[in-house]
Each structure stands twice: as C-alpha cells, then as structure tokens.
C-alpha cells in the first residue's frame, strides 16, 4: 500500500507539473505602477456567487511580487490587498464632443477604444518537448535520434492539433429503406445535466461540428455518466439505425493487429483528435442526422457517434488514407499503430503516415500519441519486442469483477475476460462450470451459485494475474502445435522455437467438448482436437511447415493411414492440403496443451 501511494503521489506530481506547464503557456505577467488605475474582479451585490469588474481603484503601493494595495474610489476610498489575477489595466475612454455650429460643422472623431488584450486560444499546441515527455523517449532514445524525430515532426507540427479537421476525400450520406419521418422527443433531464448539456453543445457551436436548425427528423440526446469518467453526450439513434440501409465494410482483425505490432522494435501509435467529426455529411445525412435536446433542435455537420454506419465508413476512409502503407501502419478506426523493425524505417514510415494525414487534413491528438516505444499500450494489449501481455488495466476489470448472481453477469464476465483467452491454457475448460450454468431453457435470471462455479470463476481470474506473456509469430521458423484432450474438453498451444532452442507460446486455444463429442472414443477426441486446432489456426499454417506433437501415440500414422474409421479417415482428408508431420510426445512432457479436465477444472 505504502508503494502505491508513493506511485500515486508521483503521477499527480507529474500531472502537476504537465498542467502548469500547459496552463502558463499564454499567461502574461502583468505588474502596476503606483498610480495606475485598475479595474477588480469581486462578488457582485445581488449574487455573492457571481463576480464582476468594478472600479476603477487605484493602486496604492506593492506588497510583493503578486499583491498590492489598491485604493477604491466607489467604496470611500477604502484600501484593500488584492492578488494581481484579480487586476486588471483601467482604460478610460476618451470624451467626444459634438458641436451645433451655424458655420461648417466639424465633427471631431473619437480616438480608436482600446481593447484589453486576451491571450489567443491555439488548436494547434504541437509540443515536441512534452512529446518527449510523454513517451519517455530520453529513456530509449540517443540525442541524434531524438533530434531526428523532432525535425520530422517539426516538418508536419500543423497535422497536431486538439481541434477536429475536416477531411475533403469523403463525405457520409444515409440512405433509408422507409420513408416514415423519425421523430423522438427530448429526454428529459435534470438541472445538473441540462447545464452539462448546454456546455457541450456550446463548444460543438463553436468547432461547427453543428449548426442550430430544425428538422422533420429528431432523435434525443442523451447524457452517458460513467463513474470515474467524464460525462459523455450521446444521441440515441436507435429508431433511426432500424430504417437506415446498412453499408458493411470489414472492420480490421484485433487479433492480426496486435500480432503484427508486437514482432516490431519500434512502434508508434498517434490517434485522431475527434476522428468521426472530421467526416462531413451530406445534406441529406445533415437532415436525418439531427438531435433534438429539451432546449432546441441542431443539425450536425459532421458524422456523429451512434450511426451504424459509421464505424464502416470510417474505417473505409482510413484504408483510403494509408493505401500503400499496410506493410507498417494498421489502423483500427482511429486509432493507427506504426511499426517497424529499425529506426531508420521507423522515422520514414512517420513521415509517410503523417504526410498522408496532412493530405486528408486529417489532425492528430498529440496527448493520445506515444512516439517510438518499444513496448506500448494497443487494443487491450502490451505490445512490442517480440511479445505481447494484457494490458494491466484491462485485467483489473476482470479481477475486480464481483461475483455474478444472474446469467446477465455470467455473460458479462465470460465476455470480458474471453478477451483474453489466448493468454490462458484450457481457458474454456476452465469456465466449463460457468458455462453449465448458463444452460437450461428457463430464461429466468437466477443461477444457482455451486462451489464447482465459484472455483472456475476465481481460477479464470487468478490464470489471468499471472502475467502471462505470449511470442509474435515468426513466419521464418516453424510452427508447433501440441494438442490433449479429455473428457471435458481439448486444450491447443501453437509454439515456435527461437536461435537457442528455447520454445516460446504464440497463443493458446480451448473448447469445451459437446455432448456428442463426449460419446467420441479417445483416438476420436484426441483427433477432433488436431482438426479443430488446424482450422482455427489456419490463417498461421496455410502454407507454412508446422509439427503436431499429441500424446496419443496411434495418432502419429494419420497422416499414411487413417484405418477403417469413418471419421478419422474423413478428418485426415482434410489436413491433406496442410503441410506437417505428427509425433509422439509422452504427457509428462505435453504439460503445456494437457487439460485441466483430469480434474473438474
């Protein structure tokens, strides 16, 4: 406890530190003279929560660096300390004078107001020097190489920006299939939220992602609130999604992506500032797409969250953006990862990516970036150098997940830590009490908690904690898979051996037999787990030169002679496109693919 608070303590120092330096980038130190008339920023009569400029005071004398002594002539002359924040400079407007002469009229203009300067707000805060700090490159990185990547990035600084672009290669549009206006009421929401509300879509005015207007179509906006989370406006396109022609596009593989990263030394991952409000829509889309809150209509001018199709023109538009990069950027929505295997590569792949970005007036949030890492946070995972884990915020979800006492929870928890199955042996093994409990055609909520559950439910969180670390495939060397399976289920590991001899996991699978494959004689269910390990695995082995090891020693001769079993001799027809051989591993040394299902776990 004692060392996560002084970890803790450490990072709000840091963030400290981070504001101040971001906060004090516009700040003008200002400093009076005696003499100097000055106006105050203090509570107004009527409302002691509200403040107001009054004065003009004058200022008596200076305390110190931040104080002074200012004297108010609107309060009888009392003197008062104010902080210098709370002054500012008392400009007195000149007097005109308009004269009715009989004569020729001469009209005396006034002198031009002055205006009391206000620092600039700049969307573009390209910082190379918090960048640095950020992705701890002085860690990594020698000066020279640093001084590469700040004149690389010096060279594209306008593609950085907190401020949502507007890209001018697409623009959304929505087709529907009925003709039936969609119109919702405004939800109806609290003081609270209708003033968060209101702040929200101020600052939506002001980037004109959306425009005041009305429409013959409304769908509510709704205010998400997620504990430890800012408060998140959505609209609730539900009604409109259900009459909207879905327009598919495949979205990206997280498993191919976070494989692909993790083989590199050298990784960069930059994330869009805002990426669907950089779409603009049609006018049409611009029509259908409006919302409709408890204090007025907008039409959005951008894509907005909640549509279906969004997610596929998005990732449309990203595949568009980085054609002839694939061999070193995959993006997954807006999120891109840059990897490369040299630094030299490494800062050209940088600049292509972020050329590409320029071209499309695409912008990029600079605090969501990590420039050059050798292991970095990805989809969910700890990526780079080779290996991969889960990501440490990720498994505490799963750890502090509370005990499930309806299958709604059951479903939630296997779906959560599923994500991760390729990190645990015999992980659906593992849940096989879990999964049980979910059976049953009595669609009620309640379950019936037995020990056998409680013991998968902690097991499946503890195989997680353990830190696991998987291997990035290398398509050079062969592959291994070694493969068990017992009455409850079959459990796969695909591994490769390294320059030393040394085998390395590159993931692992599980199944939980069926009732019908539980009937299988013990050759058919040591068979069905090769066949099932094959065809999951198929996009690693097509191709490629690859070992089953299996403890089950009549299966060696599958390959040459599958006997007279209808099965088998069906199942080894199909592994005849693959190239492999089948040997035999003793069980004490297939501990890595052998089942949890010797015990009920």
Excluded at 133 to 156: F, V, W
Excluded at 367 to 383: D, M
Excluded at 488 to 512: A, F, T, W
Aim: glycine fraction near 4%.
């Amino acid at each position: 406890m004692r060392r996560c608070q002084d970890l803790a303590v450490e990072r709000m120092t840091e963030a400290q530190v981070k504001r101040k330096i971001w906060y004090d980038k516009n700040a003008v130190r200002q400093k009076f003279q005696v003499g100097d008339q000055v106006l105050v920023l203090a509570t107004s009569k009527p409302n002691k929560l509200a403040v107001q400029w009054t004065g003009p005071g004058v200022i008596e004398s200076q305390l110190s660096d931040t104080n002074y002594i200012v004297k108010m002539t609107n309060k009888n002359d009392k003197t008062q300390i104010y902080h210098v924040n709370l002054l500012k400079p008392y400009h007195q407007r000149p007097e005109s004078v308009n004269l009715l002469l009989s004569g020729k009229n001469e009209i005396l203009e006034s002198g031009p107001e002055l205006e009391i300067p206000y620092p600039a707000s700049d969307p573009n805060i390209y910082d190379f020097e918090e960048i640095v700090s950020d992705s701890a490159l002085s860690e990594r990185l020698c000066p020279t190489q640093i001084e590469e990547l700040r004149k690389l990035l010096g060279a594209h600084q306008k593609v950085f920006s907190n401020e949502p672009g507007k890209t001018h290669l697409v623009e959304h549009d929505i087709e529907l299939i009925s003709d039936q206006p969609i119109r919702s009421k405004p939800y109806r929401t609290s003081q609270r939220q209708t003033e968060i509300l209101k702040s929200e879509i101020k600052r939506m005015l002001d980037l004109k992602i959306i425009e005041i207007g009305q429409s013959d179509y409304t769908s509510p906006m709704i205010l998400v609130e997620t504990p430890g989370k800012d408060p998140r406006p959505c609209i609730d396109y539900r009604r409109l999604n259900s009459v909207i022609r879905t327009e598919y596009f495949p979205l990206p593989n997280i498993e191919e992506r976070v494989e692909r990263v993790a083989a590199a030394k050298f990784i960069t991952v930059i994330d869009l500032a805002k990426g669907y409000w950089q779409i603009p829509l049609s006018k049409r889309a611009q029509r259908l797409a409006a919302f409709v809150t408890c204090f007025g209509t907008y039409i959005p001018l951008r894509m907005p969250f909640g549509l279906v199709n969004a997610p596929y023109f998005f990732s449309k538009l990203m595949a568009r953006v980085l054609e002839n990069c694939e061999d070193y950027a995959v993006p997954y929505l807006d999120n891109i990862a840059i990897y490369s295997d040299n630094w030299n590569d490494h800062l050209q792949h940088i600049g292509k990516v972020l050329g590409k970005m320029a071209g499309a007036k695409l912008t990029i949030k600079p605090s969501k970036c990590r420039f050059a890492q050798n292991h970095t946070k990805y989809l969910g995972h700890v990526v780079g150098s080779g290996v991969r884990t889960p990501a440490e915020a990720k498994i505490k979800a799963v750890v502090d997940f509370p005990t499930p006492t309806t299958k709604t929870q059951i479903r939630a928890f296997l779906g959560l830590a599923g994500y991760y199955a390729h990190y645990v042996k015999n992980f659906s093994v593992i849940a096989a009490p879990l999964t049980n409990a979910l059976k049953g055609k009595i669609k009620r909520e309640t379950i019936l908690w037995t020990e056998e559950c409680n013991r998968a439910f902690e097991e499946r969180k503890r195989k997680l904690t353990n830190q696991p670390v998987l291997y990035a495939p290398n398509y050079e060397q062969e592959f291994i898979i070694q493969t068990d399976a017992s009455d409850l289920g079959m459990g796969v590991v695909m591994s490769q051996r390294d320059s030393k001899n040394e085998e390395h996991p590159i993931l692992y699978l599980s199944k939980k037999f069926s009732d019908a494959e539980r009937k299988y004689s013990t050759t058919e269910r040591e068979c069905a787990c090769i066949i099932c390990a094959i065809k999951k695995l198929k996009y690693y082995l097509d191709g490629q030169k690859f070992t089953i090891e299996t403890d089950h020693n009549p299966l060696v001769w599958l390959k040459t002679n599958a006997g007279t079993n209808p099965r088998l001799m069906r199942w080894s027809l199909s592994l005849q496109p693959f190239n492999y051989k089948v040997v035999h591993r003793a069980g004490k040394k297939n501990q890595n693919a052998d089942c949890l299902s010797r015990s009920e776990l």
